[in-house]
């Protein structure tokens, strides 16, 4: 994946000078024992480093100012080994920017019931130390995740990871740039919003280019390394026998290598994380990019057709969040329904954007034409997409904030369709078809998503707590009177607590 980086985490534990310097010693080695198990887990991909006991306000102060200056920080996780009185972390934690999980958890697992003592039970005090903090946290309104549980659990290490995952997509998006080649589709709604205030909120930042500075790269791509690519697509893919060296369309597919080729020096040369294109504004190229575009997504680069940079945004993210687990992500549209009364259905595809990461199995390349953009055939890959548990992701600006709209699903078996020569998915909503629409559309989510088999709710709604934004979850548990009220209660929560620094 291009421009990936590997934070680390810091682990900070809290205490005082109550105890005295040989108690203080011990915690000290015990709340490194903690960071170095988490480090060695396999469950959370980001290394956790022991940063420091912190017990006075300078101390503390310090450590998140050095938090907030390193670049190779991606965020904290706090825990109160024993009492810490959280007055002291006022000034430290007023100042902090990066995100904090608050860590509530012991270090002895079982109560020694037969020989503990009063000094046991002073070095041992999260119990209560923690909640100390945890009223800080709250008076002081931080967004944050609390985690509980012994630090040698499974499933905490799993919560963990997934915080994880949400802050190494959250420092990817800090300075990250994505890149539109032309505008949004005209008329449309849903695909614009404030990239002042995307920038300002969300770290990233989104400018355009004019089509033709991208044909300047495409006309520039050397023929050797077009030959090279199409042998190696042949290599890779299932290459119709009609697009092969010698087929007679042979050059249609030279040119989406060009296409591709190009596409991923522009990325490259510029820095960027992620882009858009438009049907309507191709001036200059052939074909709008498809093959080209699926290949770079699957590199690791957002994507959103029609100039949705949002959407581009959050693929990208979702893709960072994915790194290393099975399953893959993909810009993704809702695109036709199955409403049989046996089960209603969702067929989603983008005529010719959707990443093969998500394939079921080899993605086979064609050429067909598209029905609209008035443009040459575009290459593209064919592919049924794989099965099993995935989510929809959306995130709209509703114009004094944003909101990420989750929407879990269930892919199933994709049926034989001939005659429809894209890549798609096939999915059954939850908690079921009906419910979930409506849900989707009171909230108002794009008809553009993120789709992906690994991305978890849970990472979704971390990601939203440490940028600060409203998130809507739609699954299992949904009912529409509550998720009617809630979306009220929203409007009311963010007005209020947001100000006018929108
Ligand atoms: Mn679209």
Known sequence: ???????????????????????????????????????????????TVFKALLTTPDEITNVMLEANNDANCAGLVLWMHTFSPSKMWIRGLNVLKKPFLHLHTQFNRDLPWGTIDMDFMNLNQAAHGDREAGFIHTRMRLGRKVVVGHWSDPEVHERIGAWQRAARAWHDWQGAKFVRFGDNMRQVAVTEGDKVSAEMKLGFAVNTHGV???????????????????????????????????GKRHDELRYSARLDLALAKFLADGGYKGFTDTFEDLHGLRQLPGMATQ???????????EGDWKTAALVRAMKVMNVGLPGGTSFMEDYTYHLSPKGHQVLGAHMLEICPTIAASKPKVEIHPLGIGGKEDPVRFVFDAATGDALNASLIDLGNRFRLLVNEVKAVKVPAMPKLPV????????????????????????????????????????FATIAGIETVVINDDTTLPALKQDLRNNEVYYHLAQGIRA
């Open 1 to 47: 994946m291009k421009l990936l980086a590997s934070p680390e985490i810091w682990f900070v534990c809290g205490s005082q000078h109550l105890y005295g310097p040989g108690p203080l010693k011990q915690v000290a080695a015990n709340a490194k024992h903690v960071a170095d198990s988490l480090a060695a887990s396999k469950q959370l991909p980001l290394k």
């Open 212 to 246: 033709g500075d991208l044909v300047e790269v495409v006309k520039a791509v050397k023929e050797s390394d077009i030959s090279a690519l199409c042998a190696d697509y042949e290599k890779q893919y299932a290459v119709a026998p009609v697009l092969k060296k010698g």
């Open 295 to 305: 290949r770079q997504m699957a590199a690791g680069y957002g994507f959103g057709g």
């Open 423 to 462: 890549a798609r998915a096939v999915w059954e909503c939850k908690p079921d078809f009906k419910t979930a629409c409506a849900a989707w559309i009171y909230a108002g989510g794009a008809h553009h998503t993120g789709y992906s088999y690994s991305v978890t709710t849970e990472m979704l709604e971390d």
